[in-house]
Antibody, heavy 116, light 112 residues
Framework: QVQLQESGPGLVKPSETLSLTCAVS????????WGWIRQPPGKGLDWVGY???????NYNPSLKSRLNISLDTPKNHFSLELSSVTAADTAVYYC??????????WGQGVLVTVSS | DVVMTQSPLSLPVTLGQPASISCRSS???????????LNWFQQRPGQSPRRLIY???NRDSGVPDRFSGSGSGTDFTLKISRMEAEDVGIYYC?????????FGQGTKLEIK
């Protein structure tokens, strides 16, 4: 069974960089694509972006200038970096496996609050 | 971006009764490879989303057969044949045909 687990700081200051990692077990990040989805408190779901080992990368255009997603094959995890954060970036961040335009496995999610 | 519009946004259903959620897209979700990448997810209170249906009508492993998906082009439906207590939650459609992939606003399914 594929399992994903997010980790990272729960509190980030405005203008700083939000960094999260997703540890993957039961699958290799060398296959499929791996991505991030976020959910602001009390709101719906938004795709952040995804990256595949083959190099295909898609970032949400609204975040593209601030976003970097990377894969670490030796550690079998992938990471999210979102720079210059504001309160609007406060959300539960989920990592997931992108399987042909879908997300078949999700992490449990981590709440990141942007506040001074 | 493709806009996904769900209705209703709130759906109270009596246990044992059927439920139906509509999802409409602002563009056709038919992909050039012949597939239609329309998914349905269930988010129970306090949990991460779980995929129920992919490519319009394919049920994931472990999903009860009372859940079914249908539709084509821009018009899709999730049906629950008989409401059970464990079905309470928010249901989202999501299109994976056009980047950025986009979700509907969510439909809150509750017991009447």
């Amino acid at each position: 069974q594929v399992q994903l687990q997010e980790s990272g700081p729960g509190l980030v200051k405005p203008s700083e960089t939000l960094s999260l990692t997703c540890a993957v077990s039961g699958a290799s990040v060398s296959s499929y694509a791996w991505g991030w989805i976020r959910q602001p408190p009390g709101k719906g779901l938004d795709w952040v972006g995804y990256k595949s080992y083959s190099g295909k990368t898609n970032y949400n255009p609204s975040l593209k200038s601030r976003l970097n997603i990377s894969l670490d094959t030796p550690k079998n995890h992938f990471s999210l970096e979102l720079s210059s954060v504001t309160a609007a970036d406060t959300a539960v961040y989920y990592c997931g496996r992108d399987n042909w335009g879908s997300i078949d496995f999700w992490g449990q999610g981590v709440l990141v609050t942007v506040s001074s | 971006d493709v806009v996904m519009t769900q209705s209703p946004l709130s759906l109270p259903v009596t246990l044992g009764q059927p439920a139906s959620i509509s999802c409409r897209s602002s563009q056709s979700l038919a992909h050039g490879d012949g597939n239609t990448y329309l998914n349905w997810f269930q988010q129970r209170p306090g949990q991460s989303p779980r995929r129920l249906i992919y490519k319009v009508s394919n049920r994931d492993s472990g999903v009860p057969d009372r859940f079914s998906g249908s539709g084509s082009g821009t018009d899709f439906t999730l049906k629950i044949s008989r409401m059970e207590a464990e079905d309470v939650g928010i249901y989202y459609c999501m299109q994976g045909t056009h980047w950025p992939y986009t979700f509907g606003q969510g439909t809150k399914l509750e017991i009447k």
